[in-house]
């Protein structure tokens, strides 16, 4: 459809009218196909519940019962992408269609991201490519990192947080709010993860993809954070929906509603669950004030301890503010409904008890403490460049850090443990 749409808005890109007619039967076929798969039971059960909540009964109801397409938000805004480029000038539409289904299927990304936009990713299929030995040497290691967040850090920490969140109500506050803190850096580890391992890949052919993330847990405000997490559907967001409603160029009170409508549909993009979509409401509150003070674009540039080793103690400050911020969300991101999110940091405010978290399985919690902590400060260390995991001079560190990421992986590794990634099944 949209190799077919993209051709039909590039003839008509004179006459705005009929470009835009054909702009808008690609949203309507792609957003149509994801609402129908990902979003039908969403509205039916919010119907349901809406009737219910006046005191009218719905037996009778028609739902899918049907498993969910892999990564499906990801190729429909990859390839919504494609329509808009054309439609905004800043794309030929091609004729090649065996480029163009490279372009939706390549395998690196196709089901967890970066959501590539046809100018990068489309032009570089159309290229003739050559072997590189840096750019290959630099996908391996890439690749590497990537496990090593997935496995050791992602998967360690992931049956820790599902016993916490399964069982909130027997846990004292001291353990939830670890539950919640782990879950952060286990989203993190498994999402930033993947996204290396599909950039690392994608260099073994030759094809640079976009950075998706740059360190975001060492943003100094929710605006930075942003910058820094999940960045091509951030991106995206900003390119074909913040921009062409206005964006930040009108007056404040429409630059704020544009605002709250991005982290809303945002929040709508990750599931259909009232959860998401008030975990999107309160990122756009932290946001909100981070623009009305002009600070949203102040750190975009820069890095935290940009000009010495150390960090200030101000961006220190603004750091642990900012994830705990962020860690707060999570609760609703984690939870399966809104009455468990709110459950949960009703537990946290009144049960002030504190206990050793002990996990059924008997593992010893200092060893992941540990690991967590070497994990932050070897990510602070190299946070200038994410593309560049092992950026040492010395070829003897390089390789025993080579040496003691894969023997950790090794250690850490369990049969046993479901490995899914979180964000497949967005």
């Known amino acids: 459809m949209d190799f077919f749409v993209g ?3 590039y003839q008509n890109l004179n006459v705005k009218k009929k470009a835009r007619y054909w702009l808008w039967v690609s949203m309507a076929f792609n957003i149509g196909m994801l609402g129908f798969f990902k979003y039908s039971n969403f509205f039916v059960d919010s119907f349901i519940g809406m009737f219910s909540s006046l005191g009218y009964e719905i037996k009778s109801t028609w739902t899918l019962n049907i498993i969910l397409p892999v990564g499906i938000s990801f190729y429909t805004f990859q390839t919504m992408s494609y329509s808009f480029d054309i439609y905004y000038k800043k794309l030929t539409p091609t004729k090649n269609f065996i480029a163009f289904t490279a372009f939706v299927s390549f395998f690196p990304q196709l089901v967890a991201g970066p959501i590539e936009r046809a100018s990068n990713l489309l032009s570089q299929i159309m290229d003739k490519r050559s072997f590189k030995y840096e750019q290959a040497s630099g996908g391996i290691k890439l690749i590497l990192w990537g496990l090593f967040k997935k496995i050791v850090i992602a998967d360690s920490l992931a049956p820790i947080v599902d016993d916490i969140f399964a069982n909130y109500s027997t846990y004292p506050a001291s353990s939830l709010i670890l539950g919640v803190c782990l879950f952060s850096f286990q989203v993190y580890g498994d999402f930033s993860g993947y996204s290396d391992i599909a950039i690392g890949t994608a260099k073994l052919f030759g094809i640079e993809l976009m950075s998706n993330f740059k360190f975001p847990n060492f943003s100094r405000n929710v605006a930075e954070y942003w910058q820094r997490w999940h960045v091509s559907l951030s991106t995206w967001f900003r390119h074909y929906l913040y921009i062409p409603m206005g964006g930040s160029r009108v007056n404040k009170t429409k630059s704020v509603r544009n605002i709250i409508v991005i982290f809303l549909v945002s929040g709508f993009w990750h599931g259909a669950n009232w959860t998401f979509i008030f975990w999107g409401g309160l990122h756009a509150l932290f946001y909100i004030p981070v623009f009305l003070m002009g600070r949203n674009r102040m750190y975009a ?17 603004q750091v642990l503010l900012t994830f705990m911020l962020v860690t707060f969300s999570r609760i609703f991101f984690r939870s399966p409904t809104l009455t468990d999110s709110f459950q949960y940091m009703n537990r946290i405010a009144t049960d002030f008890s504190y206990e050793p978290y002990v ?30 995991p092992f950026k040492f001079k010395s070829k003897v560190v390089r390789f025993l850090l080579y040496a003691v990421i894969v023997l950790t992986m090794l250690l850490f590794y369990d049969d046993e443990i479901n490995r899914s990634f979180i964000y497949f099944q967005f």
Do not use: W
């Open 359 to 388: 996990h059924p399985m008997g593992y010893r919690m200092a060893d992941f403490y540990i690991l967590l902590v070497f994990f932050v400060i070897y990510e602070y260390l190299i946070r200038k460049d994410e593309r560049n």
């Open 301 to 317: 540039d820069n890095v935290v301890g940009e000009k010495s080793i150390f960090p200030t103690p101000i961006e220190i400050l």
């Open 7 to 9: 051709q039909k808005i």
